[in-house]
């Protein structure tokens, strides 16, 4: 399995932004399609946003639409989830992980993602 690092998780007020990092190697990062997915307390681990490889396409849960940003950083292995408008709803432990190999596709199930980070803690207080 290759090893994803995820950072940036924090205490942050409503309304305020943040920005996550993952970083991973040439295999994982660079010639992947890469996804954020996050997990509230008590509930079931879900998307929050994907790109692939190229960075061409991105994509994004609903709930977080219009808010949050995806980006790759390919010289640097490092894939970023910018977050703005943050909603308590946000709290969770989010995840990077990674998908098919120069995909072009964004899937939005864990079942298309294999490797997985340890998770950055975010609370977002009301």
């Known amino acids: 399995q290759e090893q994803l690092v995820e950072s940036g998780g924090r205490l942050v007020q409503a309304g305020g932004s943040l920005t996550l990092s993952c970083a991973g190697s040439e295999r994982t990062v660079r010639i992947r399609t890469m996804g954020w997915f996050r997990q509230a307390p008590g509930k079931a681990r879900e998307f929050v946003a994907g790109i692939t490889w190229t960075g061409a396409t991105t994509s994004y849960a609903d709930s977080v639409q219009g808010r949050f940003a995806i980006a790759k950083d390919n010289d640097k292995n490092i894939v970023f989830l910018r977050m703005s408008d943050l909603r308590p709803e946000d709290t969770a432990v989010y995840y990077c992980?990674?998908?098919?190999?120069?995909?072009?596709?964004?899937?939005?199930?864990?079942?298309?993602?294999?490797?997985w980070g340890q998770g950055t803690p975010v609370t977002v207080s009301s």
């Open positions: 992980a990674t998908s098919t190999p120069f995909g072009t596709y964004v899937g939005n199930t864990e079942n298309l993602y294999e490797s």
